[in-house]
């Protein structure tokens, strides 16, 4: 029987080359998801290294990259591996990107890329996929944002992981998000003398919108985790469903249909002739 206890094992994964805004979400993210009952884990592109995909098609008769086992000095040349473990373990995920003139960094393209095996052991190889797992996108930049948003960052992202097993369900957007230390603090009131009412005013605001972003993160993170819970719970019904309709099947024994009885046997009846039309007068 499925295991409906199983806490939900989620993989926070940051797009960025910095440890900052991105990681910061991801701190946010990881306490709500705890609070509702989730195991964590992260990936960080900042501390990782994975090598560009270089189209050498290497994977299109194993389904394996050729990069992922690179080698120097008895040494994997990249995290590809460590990744692409966990990512075939986990329930969900989720991706923390920064927009990059609307799409991803160089970094989280460069990893998007190397899913090219997952595409080609589909659509080449014609493994037949498991049930996609949820993914969600988490969008952080400079306020106000792109001038051209950040479709082609969900596109390219939805792309991406649909191959690997994943659905993208949910783009949130932070843009404006900023990490503890790059958010404004409201000075004492001993010290507004040194500060303009206009610009007294702007700091309350962004602090005000600041902490909105703390709460919605955190609430972000458990709604995700309640959502996975969730759709366990209902794998775990069908399954349940679908178990107990085989077991009863298995127990169905053909019974012979029944003999229709004997029909008893009428006595012959004797031709009556017909009457002639002379008599009949």
């Known amino acids: 029987m499925p295991d409906s206890t199983k806490k939900p094992d989620i993989l926070f994964i940051s797009g960025s080359p910095r440890s900052r805004t991105c990681v910061a979400l991801i701190d946010l993210l990881e306490q709500g998801a705890k609070s509702a009952g989730a195991k964590t884990q992260r990936f960080l592109l900042s501390k990782k290294h994975i090598l560009p995909c270089t189209g050498c098609e290497g994977c299109m008769e194993t389904g394996i990259c050729v990069q992922a086992n690179k080698t ?117 009131e001993d010290d507004w003398g040194h500060f303009t009412h206009s610009q007294i005013a702007h700091i309350r605001r962004e602090t005000v919108k600041q902490t909105a972003f703390v709460q919605r993160a955190v609430g972000a993170g458990g709604a995700y985790t309640r959502y996975i819970i969730k759709k366990q719970q209902q794998a775990d019904q069908l399954a349940a469903t679908e178990q107990t309709a085989q077991e009863h099947a298995e127990k169905v024994v053909d019974i012979p249909p029944a003999s229709a009885p004997d029909l008893p046997v009428l006595p012959d009846i004797p031709d009556t002739p017909s009457p002639s039309p002379d008599s009949a007068a």
């Open 72 to 188: 120097q000095s008895g040494h994997l040349l990249d995290d590809y591996l460590e990744l692409k473990a966990t990512l075939e373990r986990v329930d969900a995920i989720a991706i923390v990107a920064p927009l990059y003139f609307a799409g991803p960094p160089s970094q989280l393209k460069a990893l998007y890329d190397r899913f090219q095996p997952y595409w080609v052991k589909r659509y080449v190889l014609g493994e037949q996929p498991a049930p996609k797992r949820p993914a969600q996108l988490f969008v952080v930049g400079g306020s106000p944002g792109d001038a051209h948003g950040y479709a082609p960052l969900a596109g390219i992202t939805k792309s991406a992981v649909a191959v690997a097993g994943f659905n993208l369900e949910k783009v949130n957007n932070f843009v404006g998000f900023l990490a503890k230390s790059d958010a404004p603090v409201l000075p004492d």
